[in-house]
Nanobody, 125 residues
């Protein structure tokens, strides 16, 4: 059974850094991504990476501050978050798709078949 498990969330101050990890099991995923959600709002795209075919996308709000990376040998995906802001406070979800998503659709939550349980990130001012 395919499964995603996130870790690494926590409470930090503005300007701090945090690294989220997502461990995938039960099989390989071509496209993996991070989304985030705050209460009362829709899930928001953060970053995505394709293994075969390449391609990385970021939301404009995190470009230059966040970096998505993968260790395919370990079936892991990471989100390095630098210069965190209070507006980054959210529950962060790892998402994965078995096949390769087209680049233009990588930011769409509907593309992803598997989701983790989420990890809370809170940034205080």
């Amino acid at each position: 059974q395919r499964q995603l498990v996130e870790s690494g969330g926590g409470l930090v101050q503005a300007g701090d850094s945090l690294r989220l990890s997502c461990a995938a099991s039960g099989g390989t995923f071509n496209t993996m991504a991070w989304f985030r959600q705050t209460p009362g709002k829709e899930r928001e795209f953060v970053a995505a990476s394709r293994w075969i075919g390449g391609g990385i996308r970021y939301a404009d709000s995190v470009k230059g501050r966040f970096t998505i990376s993968r260790d395919n040998a370990k079936n892991m995906v990471y989100l390095q978050m630098n210069n965190l802001k209070p507006g980054d406070t959210a529950v962060y979800y790892c998402a994965a798709k078995i096949n390769s998503a087209i680049i233009s659709a990588m930011a769409s939550s509907a593309q992803y078949d598997y989701w983790g349980q989420g990890t809370q990130v809170t940034v205080s001012s």
